[in-house]
């Protein structure tokens, strides 16, 4: 799921809101932190500090340059105060604190692109999101159409035979040939259509993917005829949840090669935690 864009605005706010600066250095305070990615008890959020430590530590940085213990005093009840542990994050330490959290939460994922571009403005954020959750949902079909790879071959289903499902696949969800849509879309001969679509279609492909690998053992589907239309069906249903949705897949413009996006966003980050060190 796509993260929305009033979602971004107000977790880009919350973050900045947060930030703070000890001696010209920008941080944050990791009770903070805790709140902003959505974690709800210390104990559980210490363990993602550690892993990020030892994170920091592998990458021959110092941790009491980028976690420093800044405990403070609480009123704990009856006027009585008690101290807490607590550190002043630097934007470095935050970024491997991200990397090494639930990705499954939104913050979470917000977090991994605010703290690791260099000019954080909500826009900037918004489409590293997007080009990051691109080259994710990619990757994901990637896994999911090995899987189905492995699936089809053990029922009969060459390498060939592969193309031809996944071709038909292709048809039902966009209703256009693998060459037409490619025409249509001006996406490079020898280059695999799902490099250059948006994410929806992307996600698109890979659930009705998912689907016939788990039908094609249900139903014990054995030979390419009986398993192509298995996957028409898969593809043809999604299809009819795009439409219904006000989606039509094969209108939707190509988007950047996806190849490019994920050097291009490899190579930011590099830079952008080179500066933050």
Not at 1 to 6: F, L, S, V, Y
Not at 146 to 157: A, F, H, N, Q, T
Not at 176 to 182: D, F, H, I, Q, V
């Amino acid at each position: 799921m796509t993260m929305k864009k009033e979602i971004i605005k107000k977790m880009y706010s919350s973050f900045e809101e947060a930030a703070m600066h000890i001696e010209g250095v920008e941080c944050w305070s990791a009770r903070d932190l805790q709140v902003l990615l959505g974690y709800s008890k210390w104990d559980n959020f210490t363990k993602v500090i550690e892993k990020a430590k030892d994170s920091c530590k592998n990458a021959g940085q110092s941790i009491e340059d980028h976690f420093p213990d800044v405990g403070k005093m609480v009123e704990v009840g009856s006027r009585a105060d008690r101290q807490i542990v607590d550190y002043s994050l630097t934007r470095y330490a935050c970024y491997l604190i991200a990397q090494n959290g639930d990705p499954k939460k939104e913050q979470v994922a917000f977090a991994q692109t605010y703290f690791a571009v260099q000019t954080r403005k909500a826009e900037i954020i918004e489409q590293r999101i997007y080009e990051r959750e691109r080259v994710k949902a990619r990757a994901k079909l990637q896994e999911t159409e090995k899987k189905m790879s492995g699936i089809l071959y053990e029922r009969g289903v060459d390498s060939r035979g592969f193309a031809v499902i996944r071709s038909k696949g292709d048809q039902a969800l966009f209703r256009l040939s693998t060459s037409e849509l490619k025409k249509k879309l001006g996406i490079p001969e020898k280059r695999p259509v799902a490099d250059f679509l948006p994410t929806v279609n992307i996600k698109a492909k890979d659930f009705a993917a998912e689907m016939t690998n788990v039908n094609v053992q249900t139903k014990d589907l054995y030979g390419v005829d009986p398993i192509s239309e298995e996957h028409i069906e898969n593809n043809t249903a999604v299809r009819k949840i795009m439409l219904e949705r006000g989606i039509v897949p094969e209108e939707l413009p190509a988007d950047e090669d996806v190849k490019k996006v994920e050097r291009r966003l490899a190579k930011e980050d590099k830079k952008s935690l080179k500066d933050a060190k």
